[in-house]
């Protein structure tokens, strides 16, 4: 059976509840004032109008289902409705009369036809149909509604999750190519330098694919990225960058995304100067509200290093489509201080779910395109 043929929970509920309502009207219509006194009523005829409705009400189920199912789209709801007055009234008319034929062909319990009956057993159908239809059609308006709603928030997803891979695929070849830059300098600088630096980079990068996949990562996890990343710095600057990590233990499993810290870093050290003597600082702490804090002392380069504004802006962009509000840059004259808010790890992993859902949704897409 098809799935449009079968009636919905609100159909069927409806019908149980009213049918019995319904026997009784069209009782009184046929049999007047012996429904209070004669039980014949009640054990024959009763039960029999409850037959003749369970039909009819098939029937309109059949009907307007069909017409539901023909005619799906909220913008064709006018044309639907009026398709569906002029296919069911003409079904109820047909429903009524055969009620009224059939007890005055077969005399039930001494029925005779009556025009007025036959009216007054018209208009309980016509004020039925039009009750329960208006009710059955805002049932399913609403759920294609709901539907339409849901569709569009799964293409937002969707398109969120292109969006957050593309800034995502910036970062690797970004940081790689400007690691092979370091590396092309310390080979003509220090080759020893050269040879630890390579040996650090094939450990950082290989930690790298392996944690950016899904896009987020927990900051015990980014932590230790730092700390591997560190080690390439202090191969190529030596002690003019310092690193201080104050991490509550309890933020270990929230989440941020993946690479952000290395993404600050890199612009940290390539946007100010670097010297023995006057070291960069760079703190990075959390904070109550579940913030983690990456704060570094000022001191600007003369001359303005080249940028492809793959740093904050991807960073920003992230956060904004992942819906997750209090990421903050600050500066003054000694500080420059960026505010990472993170995401508590169920939250975390509902958003990674998603990304993963659309990222599945994709691929799937693409292999039916090949």
């Known amino acids: 059976?098809?799935?449009?043929?079968?009636?919905?929970?609100?159909?069927?509920?409806?019908?149980?509840?009213?049918?019995?309502?319904?026997?009784?009207?069209?009782?009184?219509?046929?049999?007047?004032?012996?429904?209070?006194?004669?039980?014949?009523?009640?054990?024959?005829?009763?039960?029999?109008?409850?037959?003749?409705?369970?039909?009819?009400?098939?029937?309109?189920?059949?009907?307007?289902?069909?017409?539901?199912?023909?005619?799906?789209?909220?913008?064709?709801?006018?044309?639907?409705?009026?398709?569906?007055?002029?296919?069911?009234?003409?079904?109820?008319?047909?429903?009524?009369?055969?009620?009224?034929?059939?007890?005055?062909?077969?005399?039930?319990?001494?029925?005779?036809?009556?025009?007025?009956?036959?009216?007054?057993?018209?208009?309980?159908?016509?004020?039925?149909?039009?009750?329960?239809?208006?009710?059955?059609?805002?049932?399913?308006?609403?759920?294609?509604?709901?539907?339409?709603?849901?569709?569009?928030?799964?293409?937002?997803?969707?398109s969120a999750f292109h969006e957050f891979d593309v800034l995502k695929n910036?970062?690797?070849?970004?940081?790689?190519?400007?690691?092979?830059n370091t590396l092309s300098s310390l080979i003509s600088e220090d080759k020893k330098k050269a040879e630890k630096f390579l040996n650090e980079l094939s450990k950082v990068y290989r930690y790298l694919l392996r944690n950016n996949e899904d896009g987020l990562s927990t900051v015990d996890n980014e932590i230790r990225f730092i700390r591997s990343y560190y080690q390439l710095l202090q191969t190529r600057h030596g002690?003019?960058?310092?690193?201080?990590?104050?991490?509550?233990?309890?933020?270990?499993?929230?989440?941020?995304?993946?690479?952000?810290?290395q993404l600050l870093i890199e612009n940290v050290v390539k946007h100010n100067v670097l010297s023995k003597n006057k070291p960069l600082v760079i703190d990075i702490f959390t904070t109550a509200g579940n913030k983690l804090v990456v704060n570094n002392n000022l001191q600007r380069r003369t001359v303005k290093a080249p940028s492809n504004r793959v740093g904050l802006e991807n960073i920003k962009a992230k956060y904004d489509l992942l819906k997750q509000p209090g990421f903050q840059v600050m500066e003054d004259e000694k500080n420059y201080t960026v505010v990472l808010p993170l995401i508590?790890?169920?939250?975390?992993?509902?958003?990674?779910?998603?990304?993963?859902?659309?990222?599945?949704?994709?691929?799937?897409?693409?292999?039916?395109?090949?």
Not at 245 to 254: A, F, G, N, Q, T
Not at 344 to 370: C, H, I, P, Y
């Open 344 to 370: 508590w790890n169920n939250n975390g992993e509902k958003k990674r779910a998603v990304l993963t859902e659309a990222k599945q949704f994709d691929m799937n897409n693409n292999s039916l395109l090949k």
């Open 170 to 180: 910036q970062v690797n070849p970004h940081f790689l190519f400007n690691c092979f």
């Open 1 to 158: 059976m098809s799935k449009w043929n079968k009636p919905t929970k609100l159909q069927l509920h409806s019908f149980v509840a009213s049918m019995p309502i319904i026997s009784i009207l069209l009782n009184f219509i046929l049999f007047h004032d012996r429904l209070f006194h004669d039980i014949s009523i009640w054990l024959v005829s009763f039960p029999l109008i409850i037959v003749f409705g369970t039909g009819s009400w098939r029937g309109h189920v059949f009907i307007g289902n069909y017409i539901k199912h023909r005619f799906p789209e909220l913008k064709q709801t006018k044309k639907r409705i009026l398709i569906q007055a002029f296919c069911l009234l003409p079904f109820m008319s047909f429903s009524v009369t055969v009620i009224f034929f059939v007890y005055d062909v077969f005399h039930i319990l001494g029925y005779e036809f009556s025009r007025s009956d036959f009216q007054q057993g018209l208009i309980v159908g016509f004020c039925v149909n039009l009750i329960f239809e208006t009710l059955y059609e805002a049932d399913y308006v609403l759920d294609r509604y709901k539907e339409s709603v849901e569709e569009k928030q799964h293409m937002q997803q969707l």
């Open 239 to 261: 002690e003019a960058v310092q690193l201080n990590l104050e991490i509550d233990r309890r933020y270990d499993s929230y989440m941020l995304p993946s690479l952000t810290l």
